[in-house]
């Protein structure tokens, strides 16, 4: 028989086991799950790799060559392009695989003492977050470590202030300064829109097809999983591809 | 007023509120597009996926207003 209460929507993911005095959720079960199955595929489809390509070689090649001329119109330069592929297409497979798992038949059904084991990996907030914060922190680490001075300098503008001949340039210089910090601000937006963007789409998503299964069982939530299969397919795509735009940008604008 | 009916309300609002924009934006991104690939078929399949990615990212908003929304009204 079907359940009769609302179901419990949690944002957190439920803390299922501890190991060694790490507490393990069931977004790292799931995200480690996935690792696994990537590994699966990359070995079994390497194997038919040959110069008559087979059909998962060819999607392959597609996908890679769409982020290959991607990356080497933002970077405008072969070695960048070629140094940061591997990060920015891994972020696509996993999400690719990620974003479609609980569609697989019995995943989401597995509970520990009431607690599912398995759930999207993108549902836990803090992998939108920490990837995020690895590319906005990763791009002003390179930024600095190819020139400090001029990178600051973008933010802290302060070469306006030096060139005060007249009255009218000391609005010159604030309106400056106050850009700079408003910059600064907006580097934090980065982090907070890349993340939320992943997030709210993957977890709405799961959310609306749970509630939309508990009112009406049977062919009403068929559009809803054709949502979520699509929207995660576009968000696989959006979100390396925006992370190599803002890489880019911020690599770009200390380059000389 | 109960925290029950003011979290209600908050959530209503701000979903419903934040989803004007996003609309608005998006049609007008297809309406562009559409009218570009009418002048000059052959540019079809690389203005769609351009179209789609664009689509995604004025979305953005709009999920920010749902995020706000739900984490009001379950926490």
């Given at each position: 028989m079907s359940e009769n209460t609302m179901p419990a929507v949690n944002i957190s993911s439920p803390i299922l086991t501890e190991f060694n005095g790490i507490e393990v959720s069931s977004g790292i079960v799931?995200?480690?799950?996935?690792?696994?199955?990537?590994?699966?595929?990359?070995?079994?489809?390497?194997?038919?790799?040959s110069l008559v390509p087979s059909k998962i070689q060819i999607a392959l090649e597609g996908v890679y060559n769409f982020f290959y001329s991607n990356m080497l119109s933002?970077?405008?330069?072969?070695?960048?392009?070629?140094?940061?592929?591997?990060?920015?297409?891994?972020m696509f497979l996993f999400l690719l695989f990620a974003n479609q798992f609980t569609i697989l038949p019995f995943v989401s059904d597995l509970a520990l003492n009431g607690d599912k084991v398995f759930?999207?990996?993108?549902?836990?907030?803090?992998?939108?977050?920490?990837?995020?914060?690895?590319i906005v922190v990763m791009s002003h680490v390179l930024a600095l470590s190819i020139s400090p001075l001029k990178h600051i300098g973008g933010f802290i503008r302060l070469e306006s202030v030096f060139k005060i001949r007249k009255i009218s340039d000391i609005f010159n210089a604030i309106?400056?300064?106050?850009?700079?910090?408003?910059?600064?601000?907006?580097?934090?937006?980065?982090v907070i829109s890349l993340s939320a963007r992943l997030f709210g789409n993957i977890f709405a998503g799961e959310l609306m097809v749970v509630i939309i299964t508990y009112l009406v069982s049977f062919i009403v939530?068929?559009?809803?999983?054709?949502?979520?299969?699509?929207?995660?397919?576009?968000?696989?795509?959006i979100f390396p591809l925006l992370s190599l735009q803002y890489l880019a940008q911020t690599v770009n604008?200390?380059?000389? | 007023?109960?925290?029950?009916?003011?979290?209600?309300?908050?959530a209503g609002i701000a979903i419903g509120l934040g989803a004007i924009g996003p609309a608005i934006g998006?049609?007008?991104?297809?309406?562009?597009?559409?009218?570009?690939m009418g002048r000059n078929p052959e540019v079809k399949d690389d203005l769609f996926s351009k179209m789609i990615v664009a689509m995604a990212i004025c979305e953005s908003t709009a999920i920010y207003a749902l995020v706000v929304a739900i984490l009001v009204l379950f926490t």
């Open positions: 799931s995200s480690f799950t996935v690792i696994i199955l990537l590994t699966l595929f990359a070995i079994i489809a390497r194997r038919k790799f933002a970077f405008g330069s072969e070695k960048a392009a070629k140094k940061f592929l591997p990060m920015i297409f891994v759930q999207a990996p993108a549902t836990d907030i803090n992998l939108p977050i920490a990837w995020s914060l690895m309106l400056e300064l106050f850009l700079g910090i408003l910059d600064i601000i907006g580097e934090f937006a980065k939530p068929i559009p809803f999983i054709f949502l979520n299969i699509f929207g995660g397919l576009i968000h696989a795509c604008s200390v380059k000389d | 007023m109960e925290i029950e009916a003011a979290k209600a309300l908050a998006e049609g007008l991104i297809a309406s562009k597009a559409l009218e570009t």
